[in-house]
């Protein structure tokens, strides 16, 4: 496909360490603050094991800066609460550095936790990156100098998906079905919006909220979205909520179109091939294809772990820290923190950069789409036979939303 082109073909490729830096050879030790138990709890230890693999594989002279990252594994049980109280004994434990992403209010809790903490504590400050809590707000009016978001928000990822479903001729009757916090209420909010103004002549038939992790029988929604007649579903749901919802529709032979945010996160794509030939469309940072170097990562994941590698954002969270490492020539979160901020480096998807004015990384989009492999597109997902397959780039400045983020900078 010619937009593969845009892919750095080296996007992994090992990175030259520029000079003797003072912080090479210093150990940076990153607390992974995750529901590691509970409903969701296949969904962050496959994360955890993709923080320690990447790390592994960067360590040392394979990054800018010189240095070992090392990745500790947290539990929060995916709770707000408990995020506050790990981040706590992480501080107590001598963590600079957080990492975090399932959840925005689990996110939402840890800014704030982190920026008064930092406020409290001039000489002991904590960096938090968030590498999948897409909620618009962590970048905007709840911003905060110590958060850098490695992912597209709810906001950024809709744009680019309600301006691919636009010239889908057979997409008329949606029905939205997401979870109940803000990121679900926002897929819903941006989605209404962006079709509003670019396909006037579709309409929402049916419009669920459901209890984050919490429903075990998707069949009640799914008998709904029948009786509604709708021709196409609409979900921001992850983890557990999205492969039991899969689940329901392959018990109910309703095989609808599906455009999601997470169709490709632990056990959903080995529901999606239960259910035979289903068109789904994901809209995401990456794909299941990639060439090169991080082309044998994802295998590598895979053979190690029987499990694939999904989230490319930790890659970029490495690269990122590291860079600004070398940059600072020093590992100081504060000091990393200032040179994070603005730069501009490779990433998994080629020129990759952290806005300045609100630390929301700037990368391109993908829409993928559910098919057997093939040889363009060999990677078998959850070794299903399937995989998700790149149909549409979409540029990071189109992707790019404007920033209502006030940020108090130190000094």
Request: glycine residues 10%; hydrophobic residues 40%.
């Amino acid at each position: 496909m010619k937009f593969a082109v845009k892919i750095v073909a080296a996007t992994v490729a090992v990175l030259s360490v520029g000079g003797a830096f003072a912080q090479k050879g210093e150990t940076v030790k990153i607390a992974m603050i995750e529901g590691l138990s509970g409903p969701m709890a296949n969904v962050g230890q496959n994360q955890l094991k993709g923080w320690q693999f990447i790390a592994e594989r960067l360590n040392g002279a394979k990054n800018a800066a010189g240095v070992k990252f090392e990745i500790v594994g947290m539990d929060s049980k995916g709770s707000p609460q408990e995020a506050q109280n790990t981040l706590k004994a992480a501080v107590d434990q001598g963590f600079r550095y957080i990492v975090q992403g399932n959840g925005s209010g689990a996110a939402l809790a840890l800014a704030d936790a982190v920026a008064k903490h930092n406020e409290r504590n001039p000489g002991k400050e904590v960096i938090f990156l968030n590498y999948a809590a897409v909620d618009p707000a962590l970048t905007n009016e709840k911003c905060s100098y110590a958060h850098f978001r490695l992912d597209a928000d709810t906001s950024m990822k809709m744009e680019a998906l309600t301006t691919f479903m636009k010239d889908q001729p057979k997409v008329k009757k949606i029905y939205l079905i997401n979870q109940n916090y803000s990121h679900g209420q926002q897929v819903a909010k941006y989605f209404k919006a962006g079709m509003a103004s670019k396909r006037p002549d579709s309409s929402i038939v049916g419009d669920d909220l459901v209890p984050l992790g919490q429903v075990k029988d998707f069949a009640p929604y799914v008998a709904k979205i029948k009786q509604s007649g709708a021709d196409t579903i609409v979900t921001g749901n992850w983890g557990q909520d999205m492969t039991l919802l899969v689940k329901a529709l392959n018990d109910a032979g309703l095989k609808l179109p599906i455009y999601a945010y997470y169709a490709g996160v632990s056990g959903t794509p080995t529901a999606l091939a239960a259910g035979g030939d289903v068109e789904v469309y994901q809209i995401a940072y990456n794909h299941s294809n990639y060439p090169g170097e991080l082309g044998v990562i994802m295998n590598d994941f895979q053979k190690k772990f029987g499990d694939d590698f999904y989230t490319f954002s930790i890659y970029n969270g490495i690269v990122l820290m590291s860079e600004a490492m070398a940059k600072a020539k020093s590992t100081d979160p504060m000091k990393v923190a200032a040179a994070m901020e603005g730069l501009k480096f490779k990433g998994f998807n080629g020129d990759s950069e952290m806005r300045k004015s609100d630390h929301q990384m700037q990368q391109g989009l993908y829409i993928s789409k559910w098919q057997k492999v093939d040889k363009t597109n060999p990677y078998s997902v959850e070794k299903t036979g399937y995989t998700f397959a790149p149909v549409k780039y979409i540029e990071a400045y189109v992707a790019s939303t404007p920033t209502s983020c006030q940020m108090k900078r130190p000094g």
